[in-house]
Nanobody, 124 residues
């Protein structure tokens, strides 16, 4: 069955870095775009980043542009989110999701599978 499993979350100090991974199974990763989302306590889930099927296009929320980098390795069925210069406001549960197209995905539309999330806490 289709599964998306996030890993790499944890506690990090402001200014630090983390690399999240999304391991895909049960389908051919190269046929889909993958988006990263986050949900902070008391807030709605928001689109953070998305990557097209062949790495040709990447999308970022304004709040993370220049600090986060999304990448994928279709051969290893994995998508990564490298996060640098982390801020306390980046604290959230981060989810990866499968979809067909990135622009809609960034708005939370057209997603058919979600992972269960990994917690990122940015605090001193």
């Amino acid at each position: 069955q289709v599964q998306l499993v996030e890993s790499g979350g944890g506690l990090v100090q402001p200014g630090g870095s983390l690399r999240l991974s999304c391991a895909a199974s049960g389908f051919t990763l190269g046929y889909y775009v993958i988006g990263w989302f986050r949900q902070a306590p008391g807030k709605e889930r928001e689109g953070v980043s998305c990557i097209s099927r062949n790495n040709a296009s990447t999308y970022y929320a304004d709040s993370v542009k220049g600090r986060f980098t999304i990448s994928r390795d279709n051969a290893k069925n994995t998508v990564h989110l490298q996060m640098t210069s982390l801020k306390p406001e980046d604290t959230a549960v981060y989810y990866c999701a499968r979809s067909a197209e990135c622009i809609a995905t960034m708005m939370g539309v057209g997603i058919d599978y979600w992972g269960k999330g990994t917690l990122v806490t940015v605090s001193s």
